[in-house]
């Protein structure tokens, strides 16, 4: 079974600057795949990033970036220049790359961010 | 990009009633669906993936006989809560894979129940 450990339940950020969120996994998997998900008060889940594990570069999306530590078994996500619309509780999601599980995701129990102005 | 269509965006019903949640892929194919359920300021946790024209995969702890899954076309799976009870009160959200394996989520259902 694959466990996802986000140890920051809430975090508070300055708009404008940068803040990073942690997240670290176990598998005995070799392939898989790895997601941050925004879901904002609406509860609409937003996907940030995803991380293909069998690939070594990290992951950008304008300005969210993952530093994915593959034999750590971290990946976490880095939001630059942050906005109030930042504001959300994110989760960090892990799949497994073989059709058994139907790609389900395994969720972290999430952070809460706030951007302040 | 893809569209999942899920309602009723919010129920409230009486204890011991059912209700039916319906989840559709509106531009695409959905072979695998998936339903998660979560509790306030709470994680997102799988319930149960759903295949089209197959029985549900239920995760452990879940009631497949409180929980009914039905994934009858490539396009809409249902979830029906048979009588609920106030500890089913919860936000259940569906989600869809693509055949590109691409995951798109639902806006999920509140259902709490007198």
């Known amino acids: 079974a694959q466990t996802v450990t986000q140890s920051q339940p809430e975090m508070s950020v300055q708009e404008a600057e940068t803040v990073t969120l942690s997240c670290t996994y176990d598998t005995s998997e070799n392939n898989y795949y790895l997601f941050w998900y925004k879901q904002p008060p609406s509860r609409q889940m937003i996907l940030v990033i995803r991380?293909?594990?069998?690939?070594?570069q990290n992951a950008t999306e304008n300005r969210f970036s993952v530093n994915f530590q593959k034999a750590a078994k971290s990946f976490s996500l880095k939001i630059s220049d942050s906005q109030l619309g930042d504001t959300a509780m994110y989760f960090c999601a892990f799949s497994p790359s073989n059709s058994n599980s139907g790609y389900a995701l395994n969720f972290g129990k999430g952070t809460s961010l706030l951007v302040t102005p | 990009g893809a569209v999942v269509s899920q309602h009723p965006s919010r129920v409230i019903c009486k204890s011991g009633t059912s209700v039916k949640i319906e989840c559709r892929s509106l531009d695409f194919q959905a072979t695998t669906m998936f339903w998660y359920r979560q509790f306030p300021k709470q994680s997102l946790m799988l319930m149960a993936t759903s295949n089209e024209g197959s029985k549900a995969t239920y995760e452990q702890g879940v009631e497949k006989d409180k929980f009914l899954i039905n994934h009858a076309s490539l396009t809409l799976s249902t979830l029906t809560v048979t009588s609920a009870h106030p500890e089913d009160s919860s936000f259940y959200i569906c989600?869809?894979?693509?055949?590109?394996?691409?995951?798109?989520f639902g806006s999920g259902t509140q259902l709490s129940v007198l």
């Open positions: 991380q293909e594990a069998y690939k070594q």
């Open positions: 989600s869809a894979r693509t055949g590109s394996e691409k995951l798109f």
